[in-house]
C-alpha cells in the first residue's frame, strides 16, 4: 500500500477538514461530497501506515484493516450498529462504515483522543514509525474537534464499502483551494481578538497601532493558505522522490537477483545434462558387464542338461 508521511498527511488532512468547514457553512455535508469522500480516504491511508495487524505464535495477521482496533477502543453502541448492517460483509466495509457514523455522531475526535492515551494497544497492531504511534496523532485529534460542529447527512446503507482496492488521495481540490468569504472573515475576527488580548497585556504601549484594513487582512490570510499550500507540496514533491528512489533501487535489486537466478539455472541445466551423460554411459557399461556373464551362464545350462538317448 502507498503510505502518506506524517508531516504530508497531516497537512492534508488539515486540508480536508477545511474544506469540510468552508462548505458545511453553505450546506450540509452529504454522500455525494468530494471533500468527504477524500477525508475519509486520507483518514484510511493513515490508519493503515505501517499497519500489521495482531501477532500470534505463527506470526503477524495479513489482514490489511483496522476494524479490530475500532472494536478494542470505539464505543460498543456504535461498533454494534454497524456490525448490525447485514449488507457489508467484510471488515473493510465495517471500518469505512463506522467512520462515517463517527461523523455523523460526532465521536470521531474523541475517538483519536482516546487513541492518543492508547499507545500500549496501538504498539500491538502498528510497526515502529506508523502515524499512529507518532506525535503528530495528538495534533489530529485537536485538527478533528472542529468537525463536532458540522452537521453530516450521510446514508449508511446502500453504499458499496466492500469494495477491497484502497481509492487514492485526491489532490485536484486543494490545488487551487481557497477559503470561503465566512471562512476569511472568521479568522479575520479571530485574529483579531487574539491581537487585541495580546495588546491588554501590554503595559509599555502608550498609543495603539492603527487597526488594519479588512482587505490587507484578506490579503495576508490569503498569503498565508497561500505558503501553507507551497510548503505542503514542496515536501510532497520530495516525499515522492524519496519514494521513486526507493522503488528504483528495489527494482534494480530485483533485476540483479532475477539475473543471477537465471545463471543458476543456466548452471543447473548444464549439470543435469553432464549428468544424464554420465548415466547413460555408466548403464552401456553395466551392460557390457552384464552380457558375458549372461553368456556364460547359459553355457553352464547347457551342459547340465542331461543327454537324450
Known sequence: MTSLPHMPALLCVRMCVKSLVDKAVIEPVSDDDENLHNFCTVMEHIMLHRYEGQWSFFGPNDTKDFWIVITRLAPPTSVGSV?????????????????????????????????????????????????????????????????????????????????????????????????????????TLEAERLSGSKDNQSVNEDVAPPPESSELVKTKELLRVEREQKSYFEKLVGTRDHRLEQLTEVVEEKDKHTKDLEKIILELQEQSAKLRLALKQAESKIQALTLPVQQQSKIQELTLLPVQQ
Request: net charge negative.
Open 83 to 187: 456490525m448490525d448492517m447485514e449488507a457489508i460483509q467484510s471488515n473493510v466495509g465495517r471500518e469505512r462504515a463506522w467512520l462515517r457514523l463517527a461523523l455523523v455522531q460526532k465521536r470521531l475526535a474523541h475517538f483519536i483522543a482516546t487513541l492518543v492515551t492508547q499507545r500500549d494497544v496501538l504498539r500491538q497492531y502498528y510497526s515502529a514509525g506508523a502515524f499512529m504511534r507518532s506525535s503528530e496523532l495528538a495534533e489530529l485529534a485537536e485538527t478533528f474537534k472542529c468537525l463536532d460542529s458540522i452537521d453530516f447527512t450521510l446514508c449508511l446503507r446502500g453504499l458499496d464499502f466492500d469494495r477491497a482496492d484502497l481509492m487514492p488521495v485526491n489532490y485536484s481540490p486543494y490545488l487551487c483551494f481557497r477559503q470561503s468569504r465566512e471562512s476569511v472573515t472568521e479568522d
